[in-house]
């Protein structure tokens, strides 16, 4: 019996596991299988095809695939999109930093503003507004007109996650503002829809609750009413208590893109006020102003010579990563301004400035009315430069002395003889020295440019000039450098944006950069005087 029991056991034991294994063998074949087929029935970039991973807050679905399925196929480049609600992207951004995604577009700009601050993207580019309102369908057979109607008994809401989705932490921060009998607003609703609703991770999973009747109402974007799913089913009711603060839906490139000046091209696609945006403003969602879409856009950027040094390679490093190209004129600001009015005046439609960054605020006042509002970047003392070892001068009033062959800028040319003029009128010895420029044997001369003044004094051709310390500095091997007692003595170097330019989002962005550049300004002889929060204003955020 033994023999028999072990037998059979024996013989049992391997069928078990034989049919375990045609059960594990079956299983994985049929996974083969379902993932083969999923392949099919997605989209798939052809051999050789660019293509870019964008995480997509969900609400955006239908417009977002409208435009990229127009940049396919414009351009060939096939847009992996992945959907979810805007903090539940930013957590899986978090949770895998080194994914290879390429572009976060969020329903709320706090998101890509955080994804920014965390390391996880690089440049962020606005798209539209859009505010929260109430949605029911177009019975609406609970008759729902306001926020108070929300909070009756038997009223079942949906209400997007404030910890998954955009919408949700969007009405949670006004309505947490809003106080009614000691309570706020919020805690009022939250109590509502734990009671008689739910709280959902998207703005579209919600909106279908209100469509399949399965709710009363919910609570989304103005602009998901009007998407093609909703708009013969639902209506929007608007919430005075919502419509103070609209969210921006913005767009960022991620550092973890392998081809970041791809996904900025595709970005300024998406943003592009005759692209992108307007498939966003078919939607629902009123867009930014946007810049015009040029495939590869070239922008124009009058740049004070004094700052050249400073900026250059941060030029040099936008152009290479942005794909476009700035053409830069550096030259003396009065020189600078000069072009700017006979462009104006003679209403020549190519050649006036995107962008202006002026050795002083001096001549960007003077071109004021054709700018936006500006930012003080940087600024750079006036010294005095002599020849090394020579100690014939170590004052303003000594460049008065006979036989001291002095330089200085040109007051209607370059900026830095606008303020030394400036500086040696308060000091009262501006008049004198051009007195001593009229005096037989006597050497007093004017240059047009900033970068001319150091080189006169290496030369040997004159024993001092009146300079920028970013110039001199890099000459201590030949010069002197006498600092001047003066509370004139500062050069303000300001940063602005062509109220006329078609791109001023690309020439914030290049802004951006210039802000991110203080260790090189520092390392130039400048004070860096921007903090994280200030960059140029726009007409239209």
């Known amino acids: 019996m ?70 396919e196929e414009q351009y060939q480049v096939h847009i992996e999109i992945q959907y979810a609600g805007s903090n539940s992207l930013l957590n899986q951004l978090q949770v895998n930093k080194y994914a290879e995604a390429d572009l976060y577009l969020a329903a709320d700009d706090y998101y890509t503003d955080k994804a920014v601050e965390l390391g996880l993207a690089a440049e962020t580019i606005p798209i539209a507004h859009q505010r929260p309102v109430i949605a029911v369908s177009k019975e609406n057979p609970k008759q729902i007109k306001s926020l108070d109607d929300l909070l009756k008994p038997g009223v079942a809401v949906a209400v997007g996650n404030p910890e998954q989705a955009a919408i949700g932490k969007t009405i949670k921060k006004q309505l947490e503002k809003i106080q009614v009998d000691g309570t706020n607003r919020w805690v009022q609703l939250e109590e509502q829809v734990t009671r008689e609703g739910v709280f959902k991770p998207t703005v579209n999973e919600i909106a279908n609750d209100v469509k399949i009747g399965a709710v009363d109402a919910a609570l989304v974007w103005d ?105 830069t004129e550096y030259n003396g600001c009065g020189i600078l301004t000069s072009q700017m009015k006979i462009i104006e005046n003679q209403s020549i439609e190519m050649g006036f400035p995107d962008v202006y960054m002026a050795c002083d605020r001096y001549y960007l006042d003077n071109v004021r009315d054709w700018f936006q509002d500006d930012v003080d970047v940087s600024d750079v003392e006036l010294v005095i430069v002599v020849p090394k070892g020579d100690r014939k001068v170590s004052s303003l009033q000594d460049l008065l002395n006979p036989g001291i062959r002095v330089a200085l800028g040109q007051p209607e040319q370059c900026t830095i003889g606008a303020l030394t003029r400036r500086m040696l009128e308060s000091d009262g010895l501006y008049q004198k020295l051009k007195e001593k420029q009229t005096v037989e044997g006597e050497v007093v001369v004017e240059k047009i440019s900033s970068a001319l003044l150091v080189p006169d004094v290496v030369a040997g051709h004159v024993d001092a000039a009146i300079v920028y310390i970013s110039d001199a500095l890099p000459n201590q091997d030949d010069i002197e450098i006498i600092r001047i007692e003066s509370t004139d003595n500062l050069a303000v170097q300001p940063f602005s944006i062509a109220k006329t330019s078609d791109h001023k989002y690309l020439s914030r962005r290049l802004f951006q950069r210039i802000s991110q550049a203080e260790n090189e300004f520092e390392a130039a002889g400048f004070h860096f005087r921007l903090g994280n929060d200030q960059t140029p204003e726009s007409d239209e955020e």
């Open 223 to 327: 602009s998901t009413v009007t998407m093609p799913k909703y708009r013969n089913e639902l209506e929007a009711i608007p919430v005075p208590e919502l419509a103070n603060d609209p969210n921006l839906i913005s767009i960022a490139v991620l550092r973890s893109s392998t081809d970041p000046t791809a996904a900025l091209k595709f970005a300024r696609f998406l943003t592009a006020r005759d692209q992108g945006l307007k498939t966003f403003e078919k939607y629902g969602t009123r867009p930014v102003e946007g810049d015009v879409w040029i495939e590869s856009p070239e922008i124009s950027f009058f740049c004070g010579a004094v700052n050249r040094r400073t900026v250059e390679q941060v030029i040099d490093d936008f152009q290479k990563r942005e794909g476009v190209i700035v053409n």
């Open 2 to 71: 033994q023999t028999i029991s072990l037998h059979t056991t024996s013989c049992s034991r391997s069928g078990r596991v034989n049919s375990l294994w045609i059960f594990l063998l079956g299983a994985v074949g049929l996974i083969v299988v379902l993932v083969l087929l999923l392949r099919q029935g997605s989209p798939q970039p052809e051999p050789g095809k660019k293509y870019l991973i964008l995480y997509c807050a969900a609400g955006m679905r239908v417009p977002v695939e409208e435009i990229s399925s127009a940049y």
